[in-house]
Structure formats: C-alpha cells, structure tokens
C-alpha cells in the first residue's frame, strides 16, 4: 500500500469529483489503527463491533467461523479461494454474518439503543455529494459518508453493496420507513 501510494499521482484535484474509493476507505482505516495505536481489526472491534453487539464480525476468523463459513463461488458456480485482503482490510477483509449485519442495520433504524448512536446520525445526515450535478433522482446516486442514496419511487433510499471473491453482499434501508434489507450471496 504505502509503495503504490508513494508513486501513485491522482488523476484529478481532490474534492472535485465524488468517487467511492476501496483504497481511501481502506487508507482510512490504517491511518485510524495508527492513531490508535491499534491493529485495525482490534480497533474495530472495541469501537464498533463490541459496542453494537456484532460478535459474529471480524477480519480474522476463529476456527467456529471457519466451520460456519459458506464457501464462495464463481459465476460457474465453480469454489473460489478466500482470499486475505491484508492491504485493504477495511474495505474488503470484514466478514459477517446476516445476523450481525441485521444488528447493524437496527441500530441505524433506531431500533436498538447503541453508544455509536450519535456518529451513525452523523453519517446519515453527513453532507452528501451527487455522482452527477443536481438534485438526487432515480437515475444517480449520491454519495454520502459511508453509505449511498438513490431516490426510488419518490423515496430516499440508503444502501451499500460488496463485492468479494465469490461474494455478495447488500444492506439497504429506508430510514424514513424504518425498514431495511440484508442480502449475503
């Protein structure tokens, strides 16, 4: 990371063009760790994943999880390996189940109390950028700080989507509602 960082150049001015980036989220998860002086997955568990209840999500899996693990496939069908997204941890490392993604999603609705209540409002209302110009509308997203949101049938819509290696996965709400959706495939 640090030497592709060291010769990267950015191909336009930061701030002028909104872009979800697995290597600046993954960035700012190592930079957090440092300032913590923490290992990422140890600072994500005692910020986030402990104080939500999430004790099915890690980076490293425990020989239980090992055993509770569906193995990925590609669009054969064919088993893909697991591989270990070291560089990029919090980005594309993370692995969870529906149930602790289901508790995420209750604690952004307000069904849960949590400690984070206040940094998840936050993020939620966190000034938002459109991938295009203009107002948010069914036909573009804007990105906001973590999450995205899309304007369906009238409705705000927030949601995030991964891929991995023989992975999917999708977790979207409509906090107006207070309903949501987890889908792991």
């Known amino acids: 990371l640090h030497h592709f960082l060291s010769a990267y150049t950015l191909p336009r001015k930061p701030g002028t063009e909104p872009e979800y980036s697995n290597l600046g989220v993954s960035l700012l998860g190592r930079l957090l760790a ?18 939500l209840g999430m004790s099915s ?12 693990l569906a193995p990925g496939h590609d669009k054969d069908l064919l088993p893909v390996e697991n591989p270990e997204m070291k560089t990029l941890a919090a980005s594309g490392s993370v692995r969870t189940t529906v149930n602790d993604l289901l508790t995420f999603l209750a604690a952004y609705l307000g069904y849960v109390e949590t400690p984070l209540k206040q940094a998840m409002l ?10 295009e110009s203009g107002p948010l509308r069914a036909s573009s997203a804007q990105q906001g700080l973590g999450w995205k949101f899309r304007l369906i049938s009238g409705r705000e819509i927030g949601y995030i989507d991964g891929v991995k290696s023989g992975y999917r996965c999708a977790v979207t709400f409509d906090l107006e509602r207070r309903t949501g959706v987890v889908v792991l495939a």
């Not at 440092?34 to 104080?51: N, Q, S, T, W």
């Open 57 to 68: 999500t890690s980076i490293r899996l425990s020989p239980e999880q090992l055993k509770r």
């Open 34 to 51: 440092l300032r913590a002086g923490k290992e990422y997955e140890d600072l994500l568990k005692e910020r986030v994943l402990l104080p």
């Open 122 to 131: 936050y993020q939620l209302t966190f000034p938002r950028v459109p991938a």
